[in-house]
């Protein structure tokens, strides 16, 4: 093979989409029977490595997000919701509107009792901001 042949090759490769990304894409949040209806508990789920773009600046906006929540008929599915998440990676979006938008999308999804989701931003130019949305049944 040449080398323009093995240039193509690689380049053509990097253009594709690849599995992770695929499944970041298609990604939508997975709920399954909640296993003891009628016993109130509490999950709490830390997703550590959430990213978005500023609407504005286009910079890159990194933060916790927390999502603790009293399940009701349908628990969502841990592997979907990190895959939710990483979607937003390339998404301009600010962070009240993340954090309201995570809290509307698992709320449709599961329907829990009670939900709050708190969106720990890392400090951009000296400025530290958390979001907390909550519903409640």
Known sequence: MTTDKLSES???ASQEMKYGERDIAEGKLITFPNPRVGRRYDINITLPEFTCKCPFSGYPDF?????????DERVVELKALKL????YRDRYIS????ANQILDDFVAACDPLEVTVKADFTPRGNVHTVVEVRHQK
Request: charged share 10%; proline share 5%.
């Open 10 to 12: 690689a380049s053509q």
């Open 63 to 71: 933060a916790t997000i927390y999502v603790s929540y009293v399940p």
């Open 84 to 87: 939710y998440i990483n979607s």
């Open 95 to 98: 962070h009240e509107e993340s």
